[in-house]
């Protein structure tokens, strides 16, 4: 299994970023799959979990502001991060799995900076 996280970098307060995640190895439409963070300093965070069913549940320090999908033909889940708040500065890894732990296997994860 091999997951390969996109899209971070540096954006203000307020703004939007897209992250992705290329799956392979693993059927994301076929398998629950999730995001999660690791802010500086600290653990890592659940954000949020696209079940293969098509449920969708999400933090809610997140909810309302970041919506978590997938394209099946490509195989690849994404996060879509609006209203961007300085407490989401996070590095953030896509994982196989729900909301609980170990949140593994997961990728390399990609460094998102929310900052004016």
């Known amino acids: 299994v091999q997951l390969v996280e996109s899209g971070g970098g540096l954006v203000q307060p307020g703004g939007s970023l897209r992250l992705s995640c290329a799956a392979s190895?693993?059927?994301?439409?076929?398998?629950?799959m999730s995001w999660v963070r690791q802010a500086p300093g600290k653990g890592l965070e659940w954000v949020s979990t696209l079940y293969f069913g098509g449920y969708i549940y999400a933090a809610d320090s997140v909810k309302g502001r970041f919506t978590i999908s997938r394209d099946n033909a490509k195989n690849t889940l994404y996060l879509q991060m609006n209203a961007l708040l300085s407490d989401d500065t996070a590095v953030y890894f896509c994982?196989?799995?729900?909301?609980?732990?170990?949140?593994?296997?997961r990728g390399q994860g990609t460094l998102v900076i929310v900052s004016s």
């Open positions: 190895g693993i059927n994301v439409s076929l398998s629950d």
């Open positions: 994982a196989r799995g729900g909301s609980r732990p170990p949140f593994r296997p």
